[in-house]
T-cell receptor, first 110, second 114 residues
Framework: QQPVQSPQAVILREGEDAVINCSSS?????VHWYRQKHGEAPVFLMILLKGGEQKGHEKISASFNEKKQQSSLYLTASQLSYSGTYFC???????????FGAGTQVVVTP | GAGVSQSPSNKVTEKGKDVELRCDPI?????LYWYRQSLGQGLEFLIY????????KSGLPSDRFSAERTGGSVSTLTIQRTQQEDSAVYLC????????????FGDGTRLSIL
């Protein structure tokens, strides 16, 4: 089942912060975050694993609440380059397919 | 090194025709995935390959869709008797076949059915 992302869209000024949430009704092994710019391929940002380990981006942080099956992505001191659509992908097994949310469009303005 | 390569980048065809989409994964990546992205939508899982076998075909929307992978490398997604609702961007991704690996996406094939 597809995870639910919120908000659907957010507009930020450069330097502002934002939080993107992703929740699933199924138990998760991991949550993956990707960013996609218009007309381009999704680019991997980070993986959050059961037990709290994170793998990925230096400037973007995230959390994973296993009990609630929720993950949040934190955009801190946003830069223009952060603009794009952010997707969370949930994995019900330690490898294999991802179920992606509908995406959160982020627009960072000067 | 080279990333995931997909061809063609764009394909326009008439309703009812068959199409083949190709994916060349990153060398050494034994896991390969096909996803579909309709305009303004998220990514919809289609099929997952481990080597040449497909343990998860659960996302293929109908029996008009099929995929194969040969030599543990190149994969082909075939859509027979295309319909207008098949119009979308078809994305391929690959990863090492180990736990908790990021998936690396190609630029996709934009398929338009007239």
């Amino acid at each position: 089942q597809q995870p639910v992302q919120s908000p659907q869209a957010v507009i930020l000024r450069e330097g502002e912060d934002a939080v993107i949430n992703c929740s699933s009704s199924k138990a998760l092994y991991s949550v993956h975050w990707y960013r996609q710019k218009h007309g381009e391929a999704p680019v991997f940002l980070m993986i959050l694993l059961k037990g709290g380990e994170q793998k990925g981006h230096e400037k973007i942080s995230a959390s994973f609440n296993e009990k609630k099956q929720q993950s949040s992505l934190y955009l801190t001191a946003s830069q223009l380059s952060y603009s794009g659509t952010y997707f969370c992908g949930s994995a019900s097994y330690s490898w294999g397919k991802l179920q992606f949310g509908a995406g959160t469009q982020v627009v960072v303005t000067p | 090194g080279a990333g995931v390569s997909q061809s063609p980048s764009n394909k326009v065809t008439e309703k009812g025709k068959d199409v083949e989409l190709r994916c060349d994964p990153i060398s050494g990546h034994t896991a390969l995935y096909w996803y579909r992205q309709s305009l303004g939508q998220g990514l919809e899982f289609l099929i997952y390959f481990q080597g040449n076998s497909a343990p998860d075909k659960s996302g293929l929307p109908s029996d008009r869709f099929s995929a194969e992978r040969t030599g543990g490398s190149v994969s082909t997604l075939t859509i027979q008797r295309t319909q207008q609702e098949d119009s979308a961007v078809y994305l391929c991704a690959s990863s090492p076949d180990r736990e908790y690996q990021p998936q690396h996406f190609g630029d996709g094939t934009r398929l338009s059915i007239l």
